[in-house]
């Protein structure tokens, strides 16, 4: 066996890791490569073999972890209900008439849809294919559009049932319940703070959003109630059926989420959608999807295993610990490493290899694990719209109909503004820390 210092052990994991990732390589293979490399030679092979081999089991059994494929298959299945073009249709008529409400309408029903779906690619892929034609052909600019809908679509990352949440409590050992609360408020925030800003540029540019002519919406008020209605409360009974179990304490996540699953089932045969066909695809992309988190999840446990068990989580705190300004020095580096790991790193790589190894220091920081975790979790929506490794813009360019001539130079210089505002959504968290702790506190246990 090698001898090698644990800061050594750390610059060549770390910096194998960034290698690997900016050659291209698929980032599941890179960390488990490097986890067998280094542990084979530093402890050798039976050692190795045993750590990842308890590590996959550990995984394997943890029951909060069945709540991802659940939720999973309820967004996808949603998807294929049709609630999307039942929402925009509704808010069309209603928010139509306003420069920037078809903008707005996108980014409400991103929303609604987190609050349902919780599957980025389902959430950008269904508002790219339903609110981008109507905004470009009606002469929005195609900035704003496509910043509206990737902006609006990402929310379902951090609204619950969020996925991320889901994986993000085992590794933070952080209830999940309290994550799925804390997390509602920052989402309505950055919801908000999105709106304020498509309405204020659009009062200050009017070019850029003309209003929908009124002979488009020429619909009598009682039709126009009645369509929001019989489009709204079906996935509000939904959300409130999953989240309402969760807070009330009738339920766990994992049970909650098979409510949902079946829930959602039930709305696809009420909107008649259901068949199948959509219940076998649905089925599929979920086993896809679950595959791909479980993968990356098995090989981020072994480079944390390897990488905490050599020591090098002692150097990493070590070096946290002794930024300038204290914690709230060491608070803004964290923040800045996952904010420049989100433009090269998917989110499931950054949470599995990130927070195992920054969780321990938040209690010798002083700050609430709670907080702590949501902060990442907000600070991870830019990861989605941040070049070069942004999910939600390759979803949108590769779904936008070609006839419409949406560019990636459009979708890049409309979700900055939107960037720029999940930083200020950060900052308002800071100052004002009850936006996340506020709705966790009020839980029945």
Not at 225 to 243: D, H, K, Q
Not at 372 to 383: D, G, H, I, K, Y
């Amino acid at each position: 066996m090698i001898d090698i210092s644990p800061e050594t052990i750390a610059i060549i994991m770390l910096g194998g890791l960034l290698v690997g990732v900016l050659t291209g390589y698929p980032l599941a293979p890179v960390i488990a490569g490097i986890a067998l490399i280094v542990g084979y030679f530093t402890w050798g092979g039976h050692q190795v073999t045993h750590l990842f081999y308890s590590r996959m089991y550990e995984l394997i059994r943890s029951y909060v972890i069945l709540a991802a494929p659940l939720f999973i298959f309820m967004g996808l299945m949603l998807e294929r209900s049709g609630i999307a073009e039942k929402l925009y249709n509704a808010l069309y008529l209603w928010l139509g008439g306003l420069r920037g409400g078809l903008a707005i309408s996108t980014v409400l029903i991103g929303t609604i849809l987190a609050a349902c779906v919780g599957v980025i690619g389902a959430s950008v892929t269904m508002l790219s294919l339903v609110a981008l034609p109507a905004m470009v052909k009606r002469g929005y600019d195609k900035a704003l559009a496509s910043g509206s809908i990737c902006a609006g679509g990402t929310l379902g990352i951090l609204i619950p049932p969020s996925i991320m949440l889901v994986i993000y409590g085992p590794m933070a050992a952080i209830s999940v319940g309290k994550l799925f609360m804390a997390a509602f408020m920052p989402g309505f925030v950055l919801s908000g703070l999105y709106c304020t800003y498509i309405a204020l540029t659009c009062l200050i540019k009017p070019q850029l959003a003309p209003a929908v002519p009124i002979a488009d919406r020429a619909v009598p008020f009682l039709k126009r109630v009645t369509v929001l209605l019989t489009s709204l409360v079906p996935p509000v009974i939904l959300v409130l059926a999953v989240l309402g179990s969760i807070f009330l304490g009738v339920a766990p996540p994992t049970e909650a989420a098979a409510v949902g699953a079946f829930a959602a089932i039930l709305l696809t045969i009420v909107y008649r959608r259901f068949s199948f066909n959509v219940l076998k695809a649905t089925a599929f992309e979920t086993l896809r999807v679950t595959s791909k988190v479980m993968f990356i999840a098995v090989c981020g446990y072994m480079f944390t295993g390897i990488f905490l068990g050599l020591g090098c989580g002692d150097v990493v705190e070590n070096l946290i610990l002794s930024a300038p300004m204290g914690r709230w020095g060491a608070f803004t580096f964290i923040m800045f490493v996952v904010f420049v790991l989100g433009m090269f790193i998917d989110w499931l790589g950054i949470v599995f290899i990130m927070v195992p190894i920054i969780s321990p220091i938040v209690p010798h920081l002083g700050f609430d694990d709670l907080w702590f975790a949501m902060m990442v979790c907000v600070n991870l929506q830019t990861s989605f719209m941040t070049p070069p490794f942004a999910y939600a813009i390759f979803f949108l360019r590769g779904t936008a109909p070609p006839e419409l001539g949406v560019t990636t130079a459009d979708i890049i210089r409309g979700v900055i503004p939107f960037v720029l505002l999940i930083l200020i959504g950060l900052g308002l968290c800071i100052v004002f820390p009850e936006i996340i702790l506020w709705l966790p506190g009020k839980m029945i246990k």
